[in-house]
């Protein structure tokens, strides 16, 4: 749809451009608040910068109504032209889901205004005959995201189109900021504002804590900024919903399933729920029980998360607007800026394991100014209840999570080459100053910059034989640009950096499509058997070219799908919030009824150990069947215990040669051995030391499996593999194949292979997030150590023994076992 110019002939403004726009919303009955005013005056002065302000507040009028005062002003007393301006707003968003919701609301208000603009969308779903029609002209306003700005400026002819680009909008900043789409679109805007050096960029953010950073990250090197922070004090509520029988020793995931009728009587009191879960497998489980306890929800309640066919996840998200839905139960792909009006309420199942998290979600509901944001919060480990009060401490203190921006991608940074020798071609000279002006490339060396260009020209040193990795030529004038027709078509299919792995596709034998799983699950399933997803009970009848046929199973129960890489760390702030907690309890201050339902847990940890003081560090050695048991708890976030508990081990074994059994989770980590050792002070001083961690990592983990499957990512977004044409995509296999060739090639003929290099710096700093654990091992090295040696597993050591039941071979199910010793050891306290 586009909104039409206005038919009313020679009409011209009678009134000053900001006077239209207060009256509007004065019909809307609103006063604009004043960050609002703030940003319309900055736009008009020409400044860029970023809004800070709450959900629902009116940060995207904030940002919309100076490009359209700007133009009225311009026009002054001329006739309003019946012709659309030509492109003068770019407005990108992180998300498809969030383009078409933008697009609504931009169209609002040009349409209330009577002016003759025109919006319009561009995504990967856009039609070609859309994208043909905006090739001859684009509209007053593009609603597009990262992957499809970076496309754009593969085509010569977008310099000439965006001409007349005045002002870019980066919704949702916080959510692009530290991750490779981040990136890609600094290096975007570096090129906008190349073409128009007086482009006003600005972003909005609802949940950041490192402001100048992200304002700085956004803008560039080469252009000043203006912070405005819309802080409004808008009300969040936590409240908490309270277990009525709760284990005094408490383990992951065991309160859940208790809590579905507690939640089924909220959602029952309220017109529409969101219910936010933590990982798409919870998803599956929760709205199935759901289902069991309501049979007469089926048509009233829908799923959403990633791995669900987008087809079937736009139904939900009509049927959210238009209010005619009960609940949906989702993960993080409902968490961004859906003007969703009709949710009445907000659930998290879980720990919100992040503050920047848990307000996202509670914004969902109160999506307007001066309403209340509530969330209600449903435990599934005793231990979150301690989470709940330290993130609704941290809310009321706006402590909210920092959010730090990548150094240099070289993958990303080969990958935007490409694009711009694509686009009309480049000058090294030129292009890297412009990379340069984008923050994340701010220090990149000369050294990179010439092996990036020399890895795209020839291929670097191992993959110079080979023309397809020849991928740009250089002229006798020194202009790199790409000839090769094969090479450009590869190249605009392959833009991007979400490279998550090929999966399963699941489709009905009618050939309707259900969404994907992964490989490694639907390879446990028999043919026959029954498994949940998409909230159906599904039954497999084959898998063949990577589907699985399956039909709606009569009866029975099935298997719920497990996705890779669901879990999230505790944040650094949320952890240091659980330490004060507990701190407070020890010296008997419960203030919150989520500790003083914890109270008979934390006070039998008292009593047989102790809770550590924010000085301290606690560690408890327990001898059980399966031998002498060491529990550490730094509070430090699962990834940072997983790595640590793997350099404690190892340097264990360096003092005396013994076998260690591993478990962590988000408060500690768990070390079991058949030795007898034991260790005092000193031995703990030097096991817990901050020294020679990265190398010593190198040693202990099998850190060599885990940089393949990041080379592969890596290689992906570099170019280097080519996952096949749409309809036609390689398998996982063959990916892996690919990505484990070009690792094992780089490794033993190009080790200083600077892609080999980015491979092991994400492994370190993404998925063992070293730079954490040396940060806790530091602060570890000034607190004191209390070593307690209670004679039976404490309440905080239980789950991190439950823990290491999971990679035990019994006949007894893990849960029945996890249970029985809670219930032995409740009753010998």
């Known amino acids: 749809m586009v909104v039409q110019a206005s038919k009313q002939k020679a009409k011209t403004l009678k009134k000053p451009a900001i006077d239209v726009v207060l009256e509007w919303f004065k019909t809307k009955q609103w006063d604009p608040f004043p960050f609002q005013k703030k940003t319309w005056s900055a736009h008009a002065k020409g400044e860029s910068g970023l809004i800070h302000a709450p959900t629902g507040t009116g940060k995207t009028y904030a940002a919309w109504a100076g490009p359209l005062i700007e133009w009225m002003d311009e026009l002054g007393k001329k006739p309003m032209p019946k012709r659309p301006p030509e492109l ?64 754009l400026l593969s085509y010569p002819e977008t310099k000439e189109a965006f001409s007349n680009l005045r002002t870019v909008v980066v919704d ?28 006003k960029t600005w972003g909005l953010s609802a949940t950041l804590g490192n402001l100048d950073i992200a304002q700085a990250t956004l803008l560039g090197t080469n252009q000043p900024g203006k912070l405005i922070n819309g802080d409004l004090k808008k009300k969040f509520e936590v409240d908490v919903l309270i277990p009525k029988d709760m284990e005094k020793f408490p383990w992951a995931g065991h309160l859940g399933g208790k809590m579905v009728e507690e939640v089924a009587q909220q ?85 919100p394991k992040g503050v920047a998290r848990l307000l996202q979600r509670a914004g969902r509901c109160g999506h307007q100014p001066g309403a209340v944001s509530r969330v209600i919060c449903v435990p599934t480990h005793a231990m979150e209840m301690v989470e709940y009060a330290a993130a609704r401490e941290a809310i009321n203190e706006r402590r909210i999570e920092a959010r730090d921006p990548l150094r240099s991608p070289l993958d990303l940074l080969a990958q935007h080459l490409i694009t711009l020798a ?71 299919m392959s833009i991007g950096t979400i490279t998550s792995d090929p999966a399963i596709e699941v489709k009905f034998s009618t050939g309707r499509r259900l969404g994907t799983v992964e ?27 990577l589907t699985a046929v399956v039909t709606l199973a009569k009866r029975g129960k099935g298997a719920i799908p497990v996705w890779g890489g669901g879990k999230s760390p505790l944040s650094s702030e949320l952890a240091l919030g659980v330490r004060q907690k507990l ?18 847990s934390l006070e039998l940890q008292t009593m047989g150990s102790t809770l550590p003081k924010m000085n301290e560090l606690l560690i408890e050695r327990t001898d059980t069947r399966e031998g002498t048991c060491w529990f550490i708890y730094p509070f430090a976030g699962r990834l940072a215990h997983e790595g640590l508990a793997s350099l404690i081990s190892y340097r264990m074994t360096r003092l005396e040669p013994m076998t260690l059994s591993l478990s962590f989770n988000d408060y500690g980590f768990h070390l079991c051995s058949t030795s007898t050792k034991e260790f005092n002070e000193s031995d703990w001083r030097n096991l817990l030391s901050p020294e020679g961690v990265v190398d010593e990592l190198l040693e202990c983990m099998n850190l060599s499996e885990m940089d393949k499957r990041q080379f ?5 977004v570099a170019g280097l593999i080519f996952q096949g044409y749409p309809g036609a995509r390689k398998s996982n296999r063959q990916v892996q194949a690919s990505g484990g060739l070009f690792f094992d090639v780089f490794s033993k003929y190009d080790p200083n292979n600077l892609l080999l290099t980015q491979s092991r710096r994400e492994v370190l700093d993404r998925q063992l997030e ?44 893990w849960s029945d076992r996890v249970k029985r010793m809670s219930q032995q050891l409740e009753k010998s306290a």
């Open 88 to 151: 003068r707003v770019l407005w990108i968003t992180p998300l498809r889901a969030l383009v078409k919701d933008t697009t609504h609301s931009l169209r609002t208000l040009v349409e209330d205004l009577q002016l003759p603009w025109t919006v319009e969308e561009r995504t990967g779903d856009t039609t070609g005959s859309i994208k043909a029609k905006q090739r001859k002209r684009f509209p007053s306003c593009l609603v597009t995201t990262p992957e499809s700005l970076s496309l």
């Open 172 to 199: 949702e900043w916080h959510e692009l900021l530290s991750t490779k789409r981040g990136v890609q679109t600094e290096l975007g805007l570096a090129r906008l504002r190349l073409w128009n050096p007086k482009l």
């Open 267 to 351: 959602i029952e009191g309220a017109g529409t729920t969101l219910v936010f879960t933590n990982v798409r497998s919870q998803t599956e489980f929760w709205y199935h029980e759901l289902q069991q306890i309501r049979p007469k929800w089926k048509d009233e309640i829908g799923i959403h998360h990633g791995s669900i066919d987008r087809k079937e996840r736009k139904q939900v998200e009509d049927r959210l607007r238009e209010g005619s839905i009960q609940a949906v139960v989702c993960t993080s792909s409902l968490d961004l800026g859906v003007d969703f009006s009709p949710v009445d309420q907000v659930i998290q199942i879980g720990g």
């Open 422 to 492: 694509l686009g009309g071609g480049f000058f090294s000279k030129d292009a890297i100053k412009e990379v340069r002006s984008a923050w994340s490339y701010r220090d990149i060396t000369e050294e990179e910059w010439g092996w990036v260009l020399d890895f795209i020209i020839r291929g670097g040193d191992t993959l110079r034989a080979y023309d397809q990795f020849k991928r740009v030529v250089v002229d006798a004038n020194g202009l790199h640009s790409v000839e090769s027709r094969i090479i450009s078509r590869f190249h605009r």
């Open 519 to 545: 490989e490694s699950f639907i390879s446990r399933i028999k043919p026959g058997s029954n498994f949940y997803f998409g909230g159906k009970l599904l039954a497999l009848k084959r898998v063949r070219d």
């Open 583 to 600: 701190e407070a309890a020890g010296k008997d201050i419960f203030k919150e009824k989520e500790m003083r339902a914890l109270r008979p």
């Open 712 to 716: 592969r990512e890596v290689a992906r």
């Open 770 to 813: 070293v730079n954490r654990m040396v940060s806790t091992l530091k602060r570890i090295s000034g607190q004191k150590i209390v070593r307690k040696s209670p004679s039976r597993l404490s309440p905080f050591g239980f789950p991190l023994w439950a823990e290491s039941l999971r990679s035990q071979v019994s006949s007894e199910s």
